[in-house]
């Protein structure tokens, strides 16, 4: 039955993400299997609910997949004996159009499931009850099925919302949390778990798990979450996953995964295994040498954190500028854009970078890419052909700078949404790699896991290697 829940909110900062964490933490405790999924593409949320559930947390987003890719996402990775929670983002019926595309809605739709909506009640009381009736009759065909009262003054306050909730729309407060004086969870890095911080995130979820405990109604949660109805898997066919292929012949393709580069969706590793290839885990900090790669790529993260220590590792970025040289294919998205450049510019200091792209980067107190992105592929480079859209999504402080003239840079994409690395490109080539601000989903985008396997295996001809035929065929 994959019993399911939504947990909402009118708003974004209404609370819906701690309250998130807490049932995912609670649920855990009492030896509930958690599956956390994130709608749309924020990475942030994703990494806090994962390290409270300690499953990987997958993203849902319509933006980036299809219905299909949704739903297969959804039931390879949930349980049908424990709970999926599912935190949506922004206020519930906030989407792309006047329609509400790519809303939180729109996905409650799609999985059938049940909503809680978390209430901001700050300085109200009745009105709660005529918001709510409002998104009721606003879609009648989602399942609204509970609330959660926020930032609750006092109990004249909660009994006046409750009563009212359930004469005008007929459905439970099933949690009421109050005011609450601290908030250990770190804003700059939300979502961002780098070694040295990882006890006080520990503490963080720990204290999101008390405050739902005390306050929240687990086993009527729980319940609601059971009244899910059978998934359309007529509307849907379901495809099972399937394991890594067991061939003698994988490309050895690298991914750097450490303090300072560490957001990749669990999809991108996973569907490279299944792809048939052998994936090695680097270190870029502690790391002293390159070892022999097909191929590597590189995610995203926040590697001006990191940078002084990015940047002593001399023998790692020598090794990796010296393989980009001899033509190792690298994919590298956002920060691994960042970490291929010539350097980083922070007030005061300037830290050498790999050197492998003609730019330099410096950080703003805004983002400069925020949002979903579509890329139309304009150039040649390794990966994708001429004339191939992509959609995904990009989030950076950074603001790239060219160091070479622009004439003698080469871009593989123009920008038709976002904002890419310059005047409307994105994409920078050079030799065989591929640097680019834009994240792609490899589950809403088959041809990403297709484009590295097959430059890895070119390369791996290259230096004498050969592949089988088959394998060339199913690429």
């Not at 059938?112 to 606003?138: E, K, W, Y």
């Not at 969870?185 to 911080?197: T, Y």
């Not at 502690?286 to 001006?304: H, K, Q, R, V």
């Amino acid at each position: 039955m994959y019993p399911r829940i939504i947990i909402a909110a009118l708003k974004g900062g209404s609370g819906k993400t701690i309250l998130s964490l807490g049932l995912a933490a609670a649920w855990r405790e009492k030896s509930l299997q958690v599956a956390p999924f994130k709608k749309g593409p924020d990475f942030i949320d994703a990494g806090w609910l994962s390290m409270a559930a300690e499953v990987p947390c997958y993203n849902l987003d319509p933006f980036l997949m299809n219905e299909e890719q949704i739903f297969n996402s959804f039931l390879n990775h949930s349980g049908q004996e424990g709970i999926s929670l599912i935190e949506g983002n922004r206020g519930l019926y906030d989407g792309l159009d006047i329609d509400g595309c790519c809303s939180t809605a729109e996905l409650g739709r799609l999985l059938n499931a049940p909503v809680l909506i978390v209430l901001d009640v700050t300085m109200t009381t009745r009105t709660m009850a005529a918001l709510v009736r409002g998104c009721q009759v606003f879609d009648p065909e989602l399942n609204i099925a509970g609330v959660i009262l926020n930032r609750v003054a006092g109990p004249r306050q909660k009994n006046l919302i409750t009563n009212a909730i359930w004469k005008y729309c007929g459905i439970p407060v099933v949690g009421s949390v109050p005011k609450l004086k601290e908030n250990p969870f770190p804003e700059r890095h939300m979502g961002l778990v780098p070694h040295q911080e990882r006890d006080r995130a520990r503490k963080a979820i720990s204290w999101a798990r008390k405050i739902v405990l005390d306050n929240l109604d687990l086993e009527r949660i729980q319940k609601i979450a059971g009244t899910a109805p059978e998934l359309d898997l007529i509307s849907h066919p379901f495809e099972a996953k399937t394991v890594a292929k067991k061939m003698p012949f994988r490309p050895r393709i690298g991914f750097i995964r450490d303090q300072s580069l560490w957001f990749y969706y669990p999809e991108n590793i996973s569907e490279l295994e299944k792809g048939g290839a052998d994936l090695i885990k680097l270190d870029a900090i502690s790391a002293n040498a390159l070892p022999d790669l097909d191929a590597l790529y590189i995610g995203g993260g926040f590697p001006e954190t990191q940078a002084q220590y990015l940047a002593n590792n001399v023998p790692f970025r020598t090794a990796l500028k010296e393989a980009i040289e001899n033509g190792l294919p690298v994919y590298a998205e956002c920060g691994g854009l960042i970490y291929l450049g010539e350097q980083i510019r922070l007030p005061g200091h300037h830290y050498p970078m790999v050197g492998a792209l003609p730019l330099d980067f410096v950080f703003q107190k805004k983002p400069q890419g925020h949002g979903y992105t579509i890329l139309e592929t304009c150039g040649q480079n390794p990966y994708y052909p001429v004339g191939k859209i992509l959609r995904g999504h990009e989030f950076h402080y950074s603001k790239a700078i060219l160091t070479a003239p622009e004439e003698r840079v080469r871009f593989a994409f123009k920008v038709q949404r976002g904002n890419g690395i310059d005047s409307g490109k994105d994409g920078i080539c050079r030799k065989n790699v591929l640097g680019t601000y834009t994240h792609v989903h490899a589950a809403g985008e088959p041809d990403w896991v297709k484009g590295l396997m097959r430059a890895a295996l070119n390369f791996k001809e290259k230096k004498g290697g050969k592949t089988p035929e088959k394998l060339k065929k199913n690429i």
